[in-house]
């Protein structure tokens, strides 16, 4: 078994910011990557920001520049700093970790809202 516990996530003013957080742990295999993705109400699931085990980042452009992936590979956690938030950016954030068999695991996700 393979667990995610995501934290961080609230209300916050436009122009706010959050940090997320999300601590993997269990029977897991080398991790390939780790990163979230979200779900507004009406919408698609879409990836947000993910990052590999050698660095590699990679965001949606809705959220360059004010969004910052990072993780710490000896606690296999990630984190999502998220700074100048929107209205728009109101979701379910949802933490992945893909390992190299590959095999992906989701998170239970953790809502966020912006709003004044």
């Known amino acids: 078994q393979v667990q995610l516990v995501e934290s961080g996530g609230g209300l916050v003013q436009p122009g706010g910011s959050l940090r997320l957080s999300c601590a993997a742990s269990?029977?897991?295999?080398?991790?390939?990557?780790m990163g979230w993705y979200r779900q507004a109400p009406g919408k698609q699931r879409e990836l947000v920001a993910i990052i590999t085990n050698i660095g590699i980042t990679n965001y949606a452009d809705s959220v360059k520049g004010r969004f910052t992936i990072s993780r710490d590979s000896a606690k296999n956690t990630v984190f999502l700093q998220m700074n100048t938030l929107k209205p728009g950016d109101t979701a379910v954030y949802y933490c992945?970790?893909?390992?190299?068999?590959?095999?992906?695991?989701w998170g239970q996700g953790t809502q966020d809202a912006v709003s004044s």
């Open positions: 992945i970790v893909q390992d190299t068999i590959p095999k992906t695991y």
């Open positions: 269990g029977r897991l295999f080398e991790i390939h990557a």
